[in-house]
Structures are given as C-alpha cells and as structure tokens.
C-alpha cells in the first residue's frame, strides 16, 4: 500500500471521533499530550480519511484530535488520504503508525488481531505477530486474542496491572459475569501472576464439581469471614483465602497435611531436628535434617533420635 | 464411524487391506506417500482427537510388535507384553489416555502381519521364561477392528496351537461374533472394562453398556474362553460405593468367578498433559476435579488414601462374591498391596509370577523348561 495524503486544515467538528474503526486503544489519555500541543503546537498531523457525508474518520491520531479539541481548537492541520483504500489497508497503518514511535501494549495487540480479522480472512500467524509485534507463537496469539472477549473492565486492569495477562487469559474462558466476579475478588489483593491463576483454578474446579458459580464460593462463609476480617491485612487475607479454597479443593489431602503437623509439634523437636513429609504422602521417603557443632551435640542428637524411634507420636506420624 | 481411509502406498496391495477397503464399502479412499504430511494434516484439524477417531490409516509396523508394556519402576508393573496391532479407538471415552499419548491420535492398523506372526512364532519357539501374558489392548481396543479385519480369526487359532502363553482381548465393545466356534484351546483370555451405567452414560461415549459387556462375557464363557474383568479406571464421585457393589454383584450374576483369570483394580491416573484436553472436549465431565496429586511417576493419581479405600471396598465387594479370584493391582505401590491385600507380589514370587501360575492354572499352560510353576 502506498498512502498518499493531502495537509489539509479541518474543521474538528467534522472529524467524527465517535468511529473507533482504526482505534486501538482503549482509553484516550490526553494528560500529557495537551500540555504539550500547548506549549510546542501539534508537531505531527493525524491522518483522516474523508467519508461520503463530508466527515472524516480518524485513522491515526485519536490523541492528538481529542488533545486539540480539549484546549478549544476549532480547526486541526490533518493529512488527508487520497486514494481508494479498504478498511483492512488502514487499520495497518493505524498499527504501523502507532508502532512507529511505541510497542502496542496487549490489549491494543487483541484488538489488532480482532479488527484485522474481522477484514481479512486468513491472515497468518506470522503476518499478525510481526505486524502487531508479540512473539509467533499459536499458545500466545490465542491468549492474547481471547483478551477482547473480557470486558472492558478487566482489560483496564490488564493494562494497569491489577490483574495479571496470564490470569486475564484464564478468566476468558469464563463468562464475562463470572470472569467480573473473579476480578473484583482480585482486585482488592496484590497478589502474584501464580497466585491469581491458582485462585481462579480452585475456584473454578470446586465450580464445575460442587455444581456452583464462582460467586457462590466467594461469597461462602468461610470466605466471607476471612474478607471481612479487621485483623488482617490484604496479604494474611489473600494468603488464608487460598490455603481455604485449597482445603475445599482438596479435603482429605488437607486434613493429612493438618494430622502431620499435628503429630509433628507433639514431638516436640528442638530446633536441631527437622522432619518433611513426602511429596503428597505417595510413598516417597520422610526426610530428617539434623544439626550439630561438635561430638556432644552428635551425642545429644544420638539420644534425641533414639528418643524419637520410641515416641508414639512418630509411629502415628509414620501411619498417616 | 470411519469416514476417510487413508492407505500407505507401500502396503496397498497387501490382502489385509483389500479386505479392509471392502468392508469399509463407501469410505472416501486416500493413498498415502509421505506419512508425515498425512500427520501434519491431522493435527492442524480443529479437533484432531475427534477426526483421528475417524480417520483409519492402514500401514506397516515400522518397529517390533510385541513390546513390554510401558510400566515405571516406581510402581508394581504386571509383567504384560503389549502385541502392537494398531494405535487409538473408535470409541471416545473422557479419561482415555490415548488422546494425549499419539501425536497426532490417529487411527492406525498394522497391516504387516507377516511380520507379526513371525515375532509371535519366535517367542512360541523360545523356551525362556515358561510363560507370556500377551494383549493387544493397550495402544487401541482389542475387538474394535474386528469388523473390518477379522484379526481373532487368525490370532485366536495361532495362540490355541501352543501352550506356554496367553493372548488377553481387552474390549469395551460386544464385538464378539468372531470368536464363536474357534478353536482357541483356552490359550486366549476375553477380557472386559468395566464401570457402573452411569460412569459409562458420562465418561465412556460409544462404547457399549454394562449390561451389553456382561452379556458378551456370559457368551464368551459359553464358548469355553476363560473371562478377565479390569476395574480401571475405577472413578471416584459422589454415591460411587453403591455403584460398584451393584456392578460387582452383577458381574458374577452373569459369569463364573472360577472361570476368571484375573481381575484388575486401577484408579484413575493421567498424564498432566491430558487434562486440558478433557476440559477442552469435555466441559461438563467432572472426572479431572478429584483429589488428584503428582504421583512418583509423574502421573495425576487419587491421594492414597483415597485410593486405599477404594480398593478396599473393591476386594471386599469382589471377595464376597469370588473368595478365590486372583486380583491385583495395576500400577500400585507396595504399601497399596500391603494395606488391601495383606501382602506384598515378592512375597509370592512377584505380580508376574502370581498372575502366571493364574493363567497356568485357568488357560492349561505347561512348563517345558526347568521353570517350577508355582501353584
């Protein structure tokens, strides 16, 4: 595509900026941008294409019309496009316009695969990646597309980090109520990328097992109290909400782990002994760390060791 | 049902295929030159699990077709020898492990047969060990092909003209008709996967029902084949006690337990890699939301003490019916056996051991070297 443009001066209420067909951001910040039209004037054109009606659609430069609207401008200086172009030739050059001068963020990337999609069939995965720039590779096109399906909501919080890409792209597969109930669960936290996916997928699984919505197990009772708690923090909360989800995911391995320790302090090992289950009691061996400085500790862990073989709370331990 | 044959251009004119091609009747016929590219295009489908249920590719075994059944050391293995006949099933059960473990899953039938027998001939002709326990159910369903191959007709009288090894036809199907009026000589075992009606109406799409599997097994016993049952993968969820007593007593309504050879116990185990294909192709399958952990072969198991009950319960279930029935664990660890069965397979020679003196005992298998068969 070679886009010739004609600089021509616009009046700004004839640029429709209510057409989002070549936007690809989701929110329009003008912060810094007024200050600096202000200060400098506008340096670089948007570029319009003229529609049947006498207006103009904006192609690239949703910022920059919307920052001269703001401080009151009437006209804008536009470059104009001259020439029959199909929507999918401008919407890459809104992408390459905008990749000109910064990386497109994700969700801006979601909604280039969406928009261009919409346009042309089969496009590959190559051509998208390059053009969009995320890595090719189908696992992460297909969470990064999936994005768009979340509302809008959620993709804000992808944007400003309250909710993890990899934890966004769990939530697409959920309905957009059920993926706002897990978002407005999160958001309150500041928890870890694993961390949230681990609390969607407990959720999830106890959901399509116990035959329940998210929001009736995050609005349970056991949970409920935890949020509700005064005496602690986001971090004890978020850290007591997922060892509670984990015991309703998986109550009898819970309640072996909650008899290890049991057993465990009745042994009353001094700090020079530690014991550590198997991985999930499956059957590998129970490991004993021992601590000592010289031949009198050894001696002393000697008569503590032998202390513990004949401790009933060991032979209970070792039955679990 | 099949919708598209595909055909290795090197075994085109083999007589197996001939008589596949015409048993298949209107299915659209495709000769294959490169294998590759027939993968790569099975495995760009949208769905490549399902279309490779319905797409047969007739090619030769490039490796060997008997194999050791593909156990770990970190569980008790059975010994079993796997006779490589074919790969994947026609039928679509939630849990099979066969939609993660080919790639891409596709069915296939070894139609170098040649080949086959002269393997199975060598090991009949080999003196060492005494015995074999062979089954082609591992990699596919033993009988599912039967109506288009016809194989028990030539597998079932190859295994009657000897005495020191058994073949074991695994099946979740009845497809059974070809094994009446054979001379099998009880060298061949029939065996059937069982579950309750209601794990077969949720997790076991197209195979044939509880009562249909029973039925079958009843016939098979009226044709003097001896009978195995597999209670795996044994399924967890709410109400499955009553379940499995009812079809524990069901099943030896219908057979006699002293024409079993064997029964097996397994609870359900996955690769990790298959659970999102079961979410994927199954959404509203619970079957992957047990309490599953990393076992010690890397393999998603039921926490073990879960896992103890349910055999437990199994044994005792089993045991009041057929006190006498050998039963034993597949792919278990010792303190399993210990805590079910009372003991540990080396106490008694090993699981292999144990389950060669059954077959011996049930099928008429003799010794002709100096291998003592333990009774």
Known sequence: MNAYYEDKVVPISKIDITDHTFRLSLHIDTANLVDSIQAVGLINPPVVTANDNSTFSVVCGFRRIKACQLLGWQEIKARTLAGDFSEAELLKLAILDNRSHRSLNIIEQARGIQKLSAHTAGNSLEMLSSLLGFPSNQKVFHKISALIRLPEVIQTGVLDNTISFEAAADLCRLSPEDALVFYDFLKGFKLSQNKQKEIITLVEEIGIREDLRPLDILESKEIKAIMDSYRLNQNEKGSMVRACLKRRRFPTLAKAQERFLRELKALKLDEHLHITAPAYFEGGPYTLRMTFKSLKDLRDRRRSLDALVKDPAMKRLLEL | ?375
């Open chain 2, 1 to 375: 049902m099949i919708s598209e044959l595909y055909i290795d251009e090197a075994v085109r004119d083999y007589p197996v295929v001939r008589t596949v091609r015409e048993r298949l009747g209107d299915c659209g016929v495709t000769m294959v030159r490169d294998t590759c590219s027939l993968y790569e295009s099975l495995a760009d489908a949208d769905d490549p699990v399902g279309r490779g249920k319905r797409v047969l590719f007739l090619t030769r075994n490039r490796g060997t077709f008997l194999r050791k059944c593909p156990g770990t050391r970190s569980y008790i293995c059975c010994g079993y020898q796997v006779l490589h006949i074919g790969t994947y099933c026609t039928m679509d059960c939630t849990y099979c492990i066969l939609q993660a473990y080919f790639h891409p899953p596709v069915l296939q039938y070894f139609v170098n047969q040649e080949e086959l027998f002269k393997e199975l001939d060598d090991l009949f002709d080999s003196k060492t060990p005494p015995f074999h326990r062979i089954g082609t159910g591992e990699f596919t369903d033993s009988l599912i092909w039967e109506p288009w191959t016809g194989l028990s007709k030539t597998l079932v009288p190859h295994f009657a003209s000897q005495d020191r090894i058994v073949l074991e036809l695994k099946t979740k199907t009845c497809e059974i008709e070809n094994l009446r009026g054979m001379s099998h000589n009880r060298k061949t075992i029939v065996a059937w996967s069982l579950n309750p009606p209601s794990v077969i109406q949720n997790e076991e799409r197209g195979t044939a029902g509880m009562k249909a599997r029973l039925r079958a097994a009843a016939q098979c016993e009226a044709w003097g084949y001896p009978l195995a049952f597999h209670f795996d993968p044994l399924i967890l969820y709410s109400g499955w006690e009553k379940d499995y007593e009812r079809l524990v007593k069901d099943l030896f309504n219908a057979v006699s337990a002293e024409n079993i050879v064997w029964i097996s116990l397994g609870s359900f185990r996955f690769m990790p890699s298959l659970k999102p294909i079961v979410q994927k192709r199954f959404p509203r399958s619970k079957i992957v939301y047990g309490e599953f952990i990393p076992g010690l072969d890397g393999k998603m198991r039921y926490f073990k003490p879960l896992r103890i009950e349910l055999y437990q319960r199994m044994a005792t279930w089993i045991r009041e019916m057929a006190p006498g029935v050998m039963i034993y664990f597949c792919m278990e660890d010792e303190e399993v056996w210990q805590r079910v069965m009372g003991f540990v397979p080396k106490e008694r020679g090993g699981l292999s051991r144990m389950l060669d003196t059954s077959a011996a005992g049930h099928c008429g298998l003799v010794t002709h070297s100096s291998f003592p068969v333990r009774t």
